[in-house]
């Protein structure tokens, strides 16, 4: 694999998937940990779960094997290890002595208070392009620890959509005149159990692996999965869509006024329920999401209530009302039944979409998302937070290589294609998946519609007069 030099502080390793770099950097820190007993390394991800299957699994089968002294030291099993400990040891490098039990936490941004608790000698970062700029740049300001000698942070990745900030990082210059991140591309050749360097093919278990995993892949996904390209889907709908710009980690989120909840109804596709904060400029936030095939409205009712627990508990509100696609009223009238929510504004909890039109609302949140409108005040009005799924990946999505939440449908959603290749402006590519994308469409409605309606007619009755309390129709029936 690849050698990693003291000269630079961040690197990427980039490439397909089985190109061997979770392998190869499992045993790299295996070997910085062995080298600078005492040495503390943070190895972390998006989630702390979806370690157990990745950089657990390269260091404990690849690396250690079951009889080395980090997996038996510990009674814990893989899925509820925190960390490893190294037995204690000494060794001298360059003159220098190092002694102590080297360590290796694991932590996941869903939990960050464990990466900001301590300091490290040395990250990586597994699947780099899950996580923001922002949660890269905390990781490294931990990475001060001055045990060793020098401190290397490493994030391996997938290529993502080409202007992902890890993509463009590489290129960006740092205050020392010189790049922030050197980019190292792993290929397929380099890893032995699939590609015959000899007779530069591939082997029978890369060729498995090609059809079973990567075999389902097509177009723009087939592309970063098997040729490691760094590329974006063509003619995107929502193209200001940027995760740098839009996904902010929760404790950014300013305190909101109020909440509201939007829903896609699905069966064989996921049904979509996202969850919403209103600040006082009338910004929203995306912060909880239900995304499930093959539920039933029971569950969904639970996840408006699991949401509304949240926000509770979090900011002492609720969601005011919820919007669902009007095409299926038993549904909105089932759930309202199973909630037993009282009536707001005279319509149920759950109540139909406004309008149809669902052209109008698709550029209602693409002006919203944009920064470059004097509207927004230079900055856009339309945000996700960065761990909104309320429940694991829906594994069948998973399966099919489809997205599982919101953030994961946007740079995907596509206009239709001409048979030439070229978009047409005003039609939705089909096939794409826009479940959790249609229920932020009725809550963009919703929310910045009102903004553009103007003044509401003015009140005829004075605050508290039964007039006010009643409004006009019981009014006229009073007259009498
Ligand atoms: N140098 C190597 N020697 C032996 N096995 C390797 C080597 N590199 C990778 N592998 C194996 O190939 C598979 C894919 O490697 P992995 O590191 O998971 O790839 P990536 O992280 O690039 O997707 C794993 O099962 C790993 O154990
Ligand atoms: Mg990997």
Known sequence: MVRLGREWKETLIEGPAGTGKS?????????????FPGSRWLIARQTLKSIRNSCQVALEEDVWGPLHPCVTSSRATRLHRQGYLYPEATNVVGGVTYSGRSEIVLAGLDNPYR???????????????????????????????PHAPWRPLIVTTNPDQRYHWLNQRPQEIGK????????????HWENPIFW???????????????????GNYTGVERQRLLDGEWVSAEGRIWAAFDDDVHVLPL???????????GIDWGFRNPTALTVWVVDK?????????????????DWIAGMIQRANDYLRERWKLEMTYVVADSAEPRN???????????????????????????????????????????????RPSWYIADDTLMHPADPKMVAAHRPTCLRQEVPAWVWRKTEDGR?????????????????????????????????KAPQTFGPGSFGAVLGDDEIDLHDD
């Open 23 to 35: 392998h190869g950097v499992a045993n790299w820190v295996n070997v910085f940990l062995t080298m």
């Open 115 to 145: 990466i900001l608790s301590t300091q490290f000698d040395g990250a990586w970062v597994e699947e780099g392009i899950e996580i923001t700029r922002r949660a890269w740049e905390t990781i490294a300001s931990r990475v001060r620890r």
């Open 176 to 187: 020392n005149g010189r790049p922030k991140m050197r980019r190292l591309k792993s290929k």
């Open 196 to 214: 015959d360097l000899e007779r530069n093919c591939w082997k029978p278990m890369g060729l498995d692996y090609i059809r079973d995993n990567l």
């Open 251 to 261: 404790s950014e989120i300013p305190e909101p006024k109020w909440a509201i909840g």
């Open 281 to 297: 400029e009338d910004r929203i936030y995306c912060v909880r999401e239900a995304y499930h095939t093959g539920v039933s409205l």
């Open 332 to 378: 909105i009238e089932t759930v309202n039944a199973l909630l037993r929510k009282p009536l707001y504004e005279g319509g149920g909890y759950v109540r139909p979409t406004r309008r149809k039109d669902q052209m109008a609302q698709t550029f209602l949140v693409d002006r919203a998302m944009r920064a470059d409108l004097e509207l927004n005040g230079g």
């Open 423 to 455: 978009p047409i402006k005003d039609e939705e590519d089909p096939t794409c998946d826009a479940h959790a994308i249609d229920s932020a469409k009725y809550v963009g409605d919703e929310v910045f519609e009102r903004d553009l309606s103007g003044p």
